[in-house]
Structure formats: C-alpha cells, structure tokens
C-alpha cells in the first residue's frame, strides 16, 4: 500500500541547531505540503511543492526551508532552531493542485525545541 | 482570502445521541470542503469532502455533512455517537487554486 513516512518520530533539539525532518511518500503524488500544529490554531501551512524543484512559501515560512529533488521527497529543515518552533509537524501530498484532491497526512514528528 | 470557523472548541455527547460539529467558512470562489478526524497521536484521515457535487455528502463511519451555500456553513452530523468517535475534528476550505486552510478543531468526547 502506498504511504508516507515521517522521520524521525519525535526529535528534542537546542535553540539555534539545523534541524531536518524528512517526509517520503510512495503515492507518487506531485504535491507535496508541510504543516505544524499547534494548540488553538488548527494545522497551519508552512511550505509546499507542486512537483521537482518547485517549492512555495506557506502562511508560516519564516525559520523554515524546503527542497525537492526528487517526486518522492520533500525535508523540511529548521536552519536555526527556536523555542517558537516545538511543534508537531505534519507532511502531506495530494495527487493534484485543483484544490478538489484529498490531501493524505504522514504520522507526524514531534519536535521540541529547549 | 479564505477562513474557516469551528464553533465549538469542545463538544460532549453520550454514546448513542446524536453528535453535530459546526463549521463556517468564508471563501471568495466555489469552495471545496473537506472534513478530517484526529485520533489522539495520529496522523489525520479525510471524512468526507464537497467539491461542488451533490450538496449532502456521506463520509466514512457514518457522517456525513451538508454544505450550504446561503448559510456558508459545512456541519458534520452522525447519528449516533459511538466511543470511538471521540477524537479531534478538522474543516478544512480550499479554493480552486491549492492551499487548504484549517480551521482550529473541535474535540469530540464521548461519554459512556
């Protein structure tokens, strides 16, 4: 069965260390999105990707960074991290960028920032 | 701009009645809407969605949601609570461009 997958699980990191987190999916979906979630405030978009070498800004972007090389991936990265960004943080692809497309949702990765 | 509201962060209901979660949006084209559950640390699953076919839409596991366009409003309903639906619960509006936009969630809790 096709599937996403988020890794790692759950990471504890320091205030100002790189951080990636990785999503790989095998839907072959074009579309790729990540978000965090936060008490209160529902998932909010941080970046998103319509296919290789594409990537797009979201509600929430700044401290953040994306790049996708391949269909399959989509690594998030923290280039500095803040105590603002503990968080879970969720990957999804969806087939098409109609806006009509089920988005399907990784397990998420919970990160703590101290 | 889109948005959507979750009128209620917390609903309570006793197994066996009837569960309703609100839901309005507001979006400047034909809107798609989507409902997704959240089981406590998981990952979410969609429940039913609206993309501008028949306006009363069955979903998974029992649910279904009417949208109505005069009221901008997308509730989920079931008609029966069982315990397993205690979970939280996402409306999401997208337009025909791409994002889609959360609302806050409603947690469901179900008394036994």
């Known amino acids: 069965d096709a599937e996403i997958t988020q890794s790692p699980r759950h990471k504890i990191t320091e205030t100002g260390r790189q951080v990636t987190l990785a999503c790989h999916q095998t839907?072959?979906?074009?579309?790729m999105f990540w978000y965090r979630q936060d008490l209160g405030h529902g998932l909010r978009l941080i970046h998103y990707?319509?296919?290789?070498?594409?990537?797009n800004k979201g509600e929430v972007s700044d401290g953040y960074s994306v790049s996708r090389s391949n269909t399959e991936d989509l690594p998030l990265t923290l280039e500095s991290a803040a105590s603002s960004q503990t968080s879970v943080y969720f990957c999804?692809?969806?087939?098409?960028?109609?806006?009509?497309?089920?988005?399907?949702f990784g397990p998420g990765t919970r990160l703590t920032v101290l | 701009a889109q948005s959507v509201t979750q009128l209620d962060s917390h609903v309570s209901v006793s197994e066996g009645t009837p569960v309703l979660l609100r839901c309005n949006y507001s979006?400047?084209?034909?809107?798609?809407l989507f409902w997704y559950v959240q089981h406590p640390n998981k990952g979410l699953q969609l429940l039913l969605k609206?993309?501008?076919?028949?306006?009363l839409v069955k979903g998974i596991n029992g649910f279904e949601a009417e949208f109505k366009k005069s009221e901008t409003s997308f509730h989920l309903t079931k008609p029966s609570a069982h315990m397993s639906d205690a979970a939280e619960y996402f409306c999401?509006?997208?337009?025909?461009?791409?994002?889609?936009?959360f609302g806050p969630g409603t947690r469901l809790s179900v008394l036994p």
């Open positions: 999804a692809t969806a087939r098409t960028s109609g806006g009509t497309d089920t988005q399907y």
């Open positions: 999401v509006v997208s337009d025909h461009g791409q994002n889609f936009v």
């Open positions: 990707s319509y296919g290789v070498q594409d990537t």
């Open positions: 979006s400047s084209y034909s809107p798609s």
């Open positions: 609206y993309t501008s076919a028949a306006t």
């Open positions: 839907w072959n979906h074009n579309n």
